[in-house]
């Protein structure tokens, strides 16, 4: 016994000497973990979107607000200046403006870099809501408080993951327009993750500053993108759950604690109030918002209700995405799902109330969902689409977390050795088999993304047929050359929507590149029954009236074109043209003039008004537009061939000589073709 008894009081000697250095692994150990999950969901994320990278941009606003947009590039005084006061496409996101600016300092007009930018964002949004995931399950787990609880960790990284590389993330990632999305969420989570760390502060400063960071952090991400414009109400619902500050109930009492609440929340309800004015402006201004008359409240209501529950549905079965769920044609005929929709949700709102007690994480993430979401459910519809996928990027985080906070749940101990199996084997081989199939769905629906055709194509298979994307089809068909194409898909464009005004442009215009103005006058009459105040449909209507010798019919279409825009050059220069035809010089000139007043660049209209000064007798005149045609527009023949004879004249035999060199050039390069690629 003695024996027994000095062993063990030397184990627990030996024990305790251990202790210091037991202690400092452990720590070692807990802090290597901590690091090592945020580590690997960057890393897991990114892999996962690698695809991205080798995208190009579509021309689904893409070309709007990169390829064609000139006066984002750079960040000089007259871009900032232009970023910070532009509506451009509806929307007002100086900041978001700023990255595209430094990656075409960086990359010039390379995908590459602008999807690498994104994908960049979207890794760092990861790894941010891990940090906010973990405070916000240890806040409402109470077993979960402990910092070396591994389990937290790996709830929180697990969460993580669920929002990063699920598919309906890919539209905000892979698409260069949506650069607004990840880089207003990395400023939201932000600000989250300021506001919970001001409460979890012990000092009256410290929690000063964090809140204050909440608060700058909050404006920055207004001004990427204004959707971001729901987080006061969410800091007030999460003082509700998970962090207790305030006790849902009815009626309200505003005592001295909830009147401190919504003080602090004061600075970011301005914020938001300023920043969705200014949202609405920016609507209004370029006429993105639908009119109540043209769009009504009924068919308002039906598309919010569909979008809760497809975002719901989506984040469950992530199948079938597409890059456009355009509005339909026939609402009536959605009016049956509408309804089912409205039903469900109303039955699950009441469902999660009563259950308030015994499952508040629940109706916390509904009442989450629903607030982020609201804004984007089409009560205040802009754009083409039904719903979209990237308005789930910040609305369906709760879902994530909800997830997440069930699996920590799962890897609680048991006291049950085969529920300790269950718990320690199953779940863990549920989760990865959940995340690997997020993972690849997300890798293949990240390629979908690869170029324009790719996009539409995918968009027609997995939906409905859509004239919007039968529409962008015949674009990118008509710039690679493809005329029967083009137009294929304009008449399936036209035979899903006839109010498509711009499909109908578009197809009269390259009718009547066929030879066919028949054809094409009726479709730009079809045009303009749907937009009848477009200035650029009644210049071509007028063109195609006087190649067919209607010569009234066709100084009127002019003449209705320059009353609806009377900046547009066209119409003058045309109406010019159709003067000198008709002999009518001086009338010609003049136009000419006001075209040239309108657009001084115009190389084609100084070659028209030269021609006109010739027929006229003015030859110095003519001499000046021609030269001024050329130095615009090398590429102008006949305005050398004219330019050289008019200087041969004048016995400027070597200018004369020059311009003729130039002209056979031109010609030789025309017969052969393009150089081989």
Request: hydrophobic residues 50%; contains cysteine.
């Amino acid at each position: 016994m003695k024996i027994v008894a000095m062993k063990s009081t030397e184990s627990a000697a030996s024990r305790k000497s251990h202790r210091p250095g037991q202690a400092a692994d452990v720590e070692t150990r807990r802090n290597w973990f901590q690091w090592f999950v945020p580590l690997l969901v960057v890393v897991l994320t990114c892999a996962t979107f690698l695809p991205a990278l080798w995208n190009d941009f579509v021309n689904w606003d893409d070309d709007r607000n990169l390829i064609d947009n000139l006066s984002y590039r750079g960040l000089g005084w007259q871009q900032l200046s232009w970023m910070f006061s532009t509506f451009h496409e509806g929307h007002y996101q100086p900041l978001s403006w700023l990255t595209f600016g430094l990656d075409y300092l960086i990359w010039g007009m390379n995908p590459v870099g602008y999807h690498l930018t994104s994908l960049v964002l979207h890794g760092a949004n990861a790894v941010l809501f891990y940090f906010v995931a973990r405070r916000l399950l240890g806040a409402a787990l109470p077993q979960a408080t402990s910092a070396e609880n591994w389990r937290l960790s790996v709830g929180a990284g697990l969460t993580a993951l669920l929002f990063s590389i699920h598919p309906l993330r890919v539209e905000s990632v892979a698409w260069a327009t949506e650069r607004r999305d990840v880089l207003s969420a990395w400023f939201f989570l932000g600000a989250i993750y300021f506001y919970l760390r001001s409460h979890a502060a012990e000092h009256d400063q410290a929690r000063r500053r964090w809140m204050t960071g909440a608060i700058v952090v909050y404006a920055l991400s207004l001004f990427s993108k204004a959707t971001a414009m729901t987080l006061p109400i969410v800091l007030l619902w999460l003082d509700i759950y998970p962090l207790k500050r305030l006790r849902l109930a009815w009626p309200v009492n505003f005592t001295p604690v909830l009147r401190h609440i919504l003080s602090e929340k004061l600075p970011f309800f301005l914020l938001a109030i300023l920043f969705a004015v200014i949202a609405l402006f920016a609507q209004q201004n370029t006429g993105a918002l639908r009119p109540v008359e043209n769009y009504f409240v009924t068919y308002r209501l039906g598309q919010a209700f569909y979008g809760l529950y497809f975002y719901l549905w989506k984040t469950l079965l992530p199948v079938s995405l597409s890059p456009l769920y355009e509005l339909p044609y026939d609402f009536d005929m959605w009016t049956p799902v509408f309804l089912a929709c409205g039903a469900a949700a109303v039955v699950l709102s009441a469902l999660l109330y009563l259950l308030r007690q015994r499952w508040p994480a629940a109706l916390a993430c509904w009442a989450y969902y629903l607030v982020v979401v609201a804004p984007v459910l089409g009560v205040a519809q802009s754009g083409p689409q039904l719903v979209a996928d990237r308005y789930s990027y910040l609305s369906c985080l709760s879902w994530a977390l909800l997830a997440g906070g069930v699996f920590y749940l799962c890897l609680n101990p048991s006291r049950d050795r085969s529920d300790r199996a269950v718990r320690s084997v199953l779940v863990p081989l549920f989760a990865s088999a959940v995340l690997m199939i997020l993972g690849v769905l997300t890798w293949k629906q990240s390629q979908v993304w690869r170029d324009s055709k790719t996009l539409w194509r995918h968009a027609i298979a997995v939906g409905s047929d859509s004239a919007i994307a039968r529409y962008n089809l015949a674009r990118r068909s008509e710039l690679e050359g493809d005329l029967p194409d083009s137009i294929e898909h304009y008449r399936r464009a036209i035979s899903i929507n006839p109010t498509m005004a711009d499909a109908h442009h578009n197809l009269a215009r390259l009718l009547a590149k066929q030879g066919k103005p028949d054809e094409a006058i009726a479709h730009y009459r079809e045009a303009l029954k749907f937009k009848p105040n477009d200035a650029e449909t009644h210049n071509n209507l007028a063109l195609l009236f006087a190649s067919k010798g209607e010569l009234e019919a066709s100084l009127a279409e002019f003449r209705r074109a320059m009353v609806i825009d009377p900046k547009f050059a066209k119409p003058y220069f045309n109406l010019g043209r159709l003067f000198v035809h008709g002999g009518e010089l001086e009338k010609a000139i003049e136009h000419f003039h006001q075209a040239l007043t309108l657009a001084p660049d115009g190389a084609e209209i100084h070659a028209a008004l030269g021609d006109a000064y010739v027929r006229s007798g003015i030859i110095d005149g003519a001499v000046v537009h021609f030269e001024a045609a050329v130095k615009l527009k090398p590429e102008l023949v006949d305005a050398h061939v004219a330019l050289a004879r008019l200087l041969a004249e004048q016995g400027q035999k070597d200018a004369a000589a020059r311009h003729y060199r130039a002209a056979v050039e031109l010609l030789k390069t025309a017969r052969s073709g393009p150089p081989a690629k």
